[in-house]
């Protein structure tokens, strides 16, 4: 048995029980600060309003159980998780599998998501101001009126995501796939943008500079944001 996670009689069988600050028990399961979760298979888990801030590298086989506090998931399966309004801030979640997970008003905060698969998640509202982003996989992500200022989003995939009234103010998108990105009413003050590719994206209303727009890679199809389209 990995450190960690401990067997227990006396709730075996019950529901899961969330404690914000303290271990959680599920399914007959409790698992605490330091545990070692790395590549864990955590999909279709419910972490609402878990609190694992603090959180430091780690791995195991674990199958619908719930974390708590103090604890990495790095590399984790957490595929069609509800994680809504967890606290996940400063957490190592590199290379972790979040497609479709419910990520919305979650706090991430400084998290480092770089490498991880965010394919169709639900990051409405999250708070990923100065999280590692990099290279990692958001397309078709939902991500309307997040907070990603000062985000590394250097070589993510954006494509077609969704991030209407987003805050992306001093983030990098330096060669970042934003193929039909929805960025109607986007914050992209002081947002580095060289080598970005903004083909077919909805650019209307987006607070962004002519100067800025011009370090792009490519323009081709997208409408600004004063409405025209680009050539």
């Known amino acids: 048995m990995r450190s960690g996670l401990n067997k227990s009689r006396s709730t075996r069988g019950r529901d899961s029980q969330h404690e914000r600050g303290s271990a959680v028990r599920v399914k007959g399961y409790t698992i605490g600060p330091g545990a ?3 590549g864990a298979n955590l999909s279709g888990i419910d972490l609402s309003e878990t609190d694992a801030s603090g959180a430091l590298a780690s791995a195991a086989i674990l199958n619908t159980n719930i974390i708590g506090p103090s604890v990495s998931l790095r590399e984790a399966n957490l595929s069609e998780a509800n994680l809504q309004g967890a606290n996940l801030s400063e957490m190592d979640l590199r290379w972790a599998k979040l ?3 419910n990520l919305s008003e ?3 905060r400084g998290a480092d998501l770089s490498g991880a698969d965010l394919n169709w998640a639900d990051l ?3 708070d990923l101001s100065g999280a590692n982003l990099a290279q990692a ?7 309307r009126e997040a907070n990603l200022s000062a985000a590394n989003l250097s070589r993510a995939n954006l494509a077609w995501a969704v991030l209407r009234g987003t805050n992306l103010s001093r983030s990098v998108l330096e060669a970042t796939n934003l193929r039909g990105a929805d960025l109607n009413g986007a914050n992209l003050r002081r947002a580095r943008l060289r080598g ?3 083909t077919w994206s909805d650019l209307s ?3 962004v500079t002519a100067s800025q727009l011009a370090q792009a890679h490519s323009l081709h199809g997208a409408t600004m944001p004063d409405g025209t389209k680009h050539n």
């Open 137 to 143: 996989n958001l397309s078709d992500a939902d991500l």
């Open 196 to 198: 970005a590719n903004l």
């Open 99 to 101: 497609r479709e997970a």
């Open 205 to 207: 209303g987006a607070e």
């Open 124 to 126: 409405s509202q999250a």
């Open 36 to 38: 070692n979760l790395r």
């Open 106 to 108: 979650a706090n991430l």
